[in-house]
């Protein structure tokens, strides 16, 4: 009775399970408008984040704040070691074989040991999705800095300063442009907080160091992202009938991916095609406009907000704008910084990635989603001492 009583009072996680509604009627419904449509419980159970983790985090309200702090905590802890794992198996495999670099012979990529997909195999993450999860570990960790930094040792601001900075490093190597783009924003965004903030609590050196520091990660950050998503041909410029590689990049090939789904959506924006047949959609469009390379590949269209009105149609793709809106307007009310920049963060990496179309993604935006959502407070009041102690 807790659990309903919580979950009714939460406008979040009901417009979360509004989605997953949403996705099982689809999914349902269509095989029986159209036989040629395909019925894939997969569809279904994959979704099923969207229905669970809204009931199964319900009782997170009841906590106290100790141990609120410690699911935190731990968060932080696991992706710190995991991406220890990472980076020894990486001087392992180098050490090993007397190489830097790994020839990929499936997909005829060499990789850094150290950089991309290459690293995030290690502990078995997709890169992208890995750099999101240390992002949310920074964004994390930097409210807890922020919070406390100015009450701690000298001793102990270095240790924390150098936490942060192994995280930014750990996104670098990853090398997700659009992950990178996100990090520079926020970078911006807390230099201007901060300085603003602590303007009466901080001298002058220090706010030159802060305004510093800002603008060689944003220089750094931002080189490397154009450098990884610009590194071949033209930013914009395509042609479909190129072969893999060549003139392909981050921008173009995602370009070419959300024509061909506006395409598809174009013919089926009503109702969508379904959860279980915009795979096979979208191939048949990528062979009637010759798009081979994405044929071959069977790429979704590398964007939620189209792969979500592909599958589901106008109410679907309005669904989740809901999502969206209700959750940054709750984090807003409840000045969560915390639960803002996952959102928004999240949000920006949807423009990029079918976020949702993989369990990778499903789970932990339904996992945190749901558990910033019912924290009885902000997520800064279990980072802040003083409050804790109170």
Known sequence: MEVWSSFRSNKVTQALVLLFVAYTLSTILHPLIDSAKTFRFSAIEKKLSFLIFPFLLANIRGYDKKQIQKIFCVYIVVIVSSTLIALSAGLYNTINSGSLHFYDSGNQVVYNNFMYHRLSSY??????????????????????????????????????????????????????????????????????????????????????????AGVFFVMILADRAVDKIGSKAEFFTYDLSQPGGGEWNGINLRLAKWNVAALAIKDNWLVGVGPGNTTPTLDGYYEKVGFSYALQQHYNPHNQFLQTFLALGVVGVLILIIVFFVSIRYSLNKKDSVMFLFIISYLLFSMSESTLAVNKGIVFFSVFLSFFSYLPYKSSDYFNASKYNS
């Open 123 to 212: 502990v078995g993450v997709h890169a992208v999705y890995y750099a999101e999860y240390v992002l949310l570990a920074f964004i994390m960790w930097v409210s807890f800095c922020y919070n406390n930094f100015l009450n701690w040792s000298i001793k102990r601001r270095v240790l924390a300063t150098h936490l942060g900075l192994y995280f930014i490093g750990i996104m670098f190597l990853l090398e997700s442009a659009a992950i990178l783009i996100i990090l520079l924003a926020i970078i911006i965004m807390f230099t201007i907080y901060y300085l603003y903030k602590a303007k009466d609590r901080i001298s002058i050196p220090m706010k030159l160091a802060v305004v510093v």
